[in-house]
């Protein structure tokens, strides 16, 4: 199927017919009338990177900025980037956390191309910047939107976007540990074994990792990263994104044996939805 096929169902609300497209993508298509994307609503998701503000990760390489041609000298203009290939919103890929389990150039487009749900935690994770979204969350959602359809990215708006640029946003202790929420680990093993994470899928979040802060384990992101699913990182403008109806389109540069890519994130919103 053709993108812009894809994108047309994804604007009509056909989640499975998408979903069912994209696993026959190899198929010839018939050929089908004319459609209008015109309807389609498209909000980045992605963070401006900015080497006076961009919060790293603690140990990873610094983000820099040089001008390297202007148009006066050289008739153009060029920087030259320096950054881990995480450096501020970024997906990952399985290979990121899992020996053996695909990188970035290993990925399927699909696997970029999610139904996407959104979880409000805020109020939750501002008295508890350790909080882990549990599996009763994820059921009282569904009793109000609906279940998450299977093979979604699943994103949780923590409310750290907030913070992105300051000294609060990694939130460490006297120690260097961080304070951030993230996904309890029963609550990915449950999402995993019912399907809505599943070959393909997604966790989001607009903190730098899917795992709780104080979790130096990593546990729940070598859950998150195997078979082709994918992690969504650093999140920004979720207020924008409705709970459930929208999708994700994750972009950025592959590198050999990537793992990840910082990266434009699209929020891509059909007609009628909103947020």
């Not at 990760?57 to 040089?66: K, N, V």
């Not at 956390?97 to 696997?111: C, E, H, R, S, Y």
């Not at 609060?168 to 399907?195: E, K, M, S």
Request: aromatic share 8%; hydrophobic share 40%; with cysteine.
């Amino acid at each position: 199927m053709d993108r812009r096929r894809l994108m047309a169902a994804a604007a009509g609300g056909v989640v499975g017919g998408v979903a069912a497209g994209v696993a026959a993508a190899g198929a010839a298509d018939a050929a089908g009338p004319a459609v209008s994307l015109s309807g389609l609503r498209f909000v980045s998701l992605s963070h401006v990177n900015d080497p006076e503000t961009t919060n790293v990760f603690p140990g990873d390489p610094p983000f820099t900025l040089e001008t390297i041609a202007t148009i006066p000298q050289d008739g153009y203009f060029l920087q030259f980037v320096r950054e881990g290939e995480h450096t501020g919103t970024h997906w990952g890929a399985p290979g990121h956390f899992n020996t053996g389990q695909p990188l970035a150039d290993q990925l399927d487009p699909a696997d970029l191309f999610l139904p996407a749900v959104k979880l409000d935690v805020r109020d939750r994770c501002r008295h508890n910047p350790d909080y882990a979204v549990s599996i009763k969350d994820i059921q009282d959602w569904e009793r109000t939107h609906g279940r998450i359809p299977d093979g979604a990215a699943v994103i949780i708006w923590t409310g750290w976007d907030a913070l992105w640029g300051t000294p609060a946003y990694p939130n460490q202790d006297a120690d260097g540990v961080l304070h951030q929420p993230g996904f309890a680990v029963p609550t990915v093993r449950w999402l995993i074994d019912t399907g809505r994470l599943g070959y393909r899928g997604a966790t989001g979040t607009d903190t730098f990792s899917p795992d709780v802060g104080t979790d130096e384990t990593y546990t729940v992101s070598k859950l998150v990263y195997q078979r082709h699913r994918i992690s969504l990182e650093i999140l920004a403008n979720l207020e924008r994104l409705p709970a459930t109806g929208a999708w994700i389109l994750a972009g950025g540069h592959i590198n050999r044996d990537g793992a990840g890519s910082t990266a434009l994130i699209f929020g891509i919103i059909p007609p009628g939805v909103r947020a």
